[in-house]
Nanobody
Framework: QVQLVESGGGSVQAGGSLRLSCAAS????????MGWFRQAPGKEREGVVA???????RYANSVKGRFTISKDNAKNTLYLQMNSLKPEDTGMYYC???????????????????WGQGTQVTVSS
């Protein structure tokens, strides 16, 4: 089965950093495209960053230069390093997977097929 488990969320002051982790099953990690989404209170869910198998990435304009996606293939784990956090970054962050290109999915505002449980990120001013 597709398995995605996020961790690393928490509360930080503006300007601080957090690193989110998404632990996947070997099957999920080797078969699916993956990426990160978030949903702020009262707002629609948005794609944060996606990565394709060739390493191509797509970042939302709001996080470019501050967030970085990375992978550890030995651990079947996807990461999201978040620096210079702002209060508007507050929300629930989700790891997602799909058989279709995740950069394509996020560019068109589509919904991925599989989701983790989410991890809360709160940034205080």
């Amino acid at each position: 089965q597709v398995q995605l488990v996020e961790s690393g969320g928490g509360s930080v002051q503006a300007g601080g950093s957090l690193r989110l982790s998404c632990a996947a099953s070997a099957y999920t990690y080797s078969t699916y495209y993956m990426g990160w989404f978030r949903q702020a209170p009262g707002k629609e869910r948005e794609g944060v960053v996606a990565i394709d198998r060739d390493g191509t990435t797509r970042y939302a304009n709001s996080v470019k230069g501050r967030f970085t996606i990375s992978k550890d293939n030995a651990k079947n784990t996807l990461y999201l390093q978040m620096n210079s956090l702002k209060p508007e970054d507050t929300g629930m962050y989700y790891c997602a997977a799909d058989l279709k290109s995740m950069t394509y999915i996020q560019a068109l505002g589509l919904t991925p097929g599989y989701w983790g449980q989410g991890t809360q990120v709160t940034v205080s001013s």
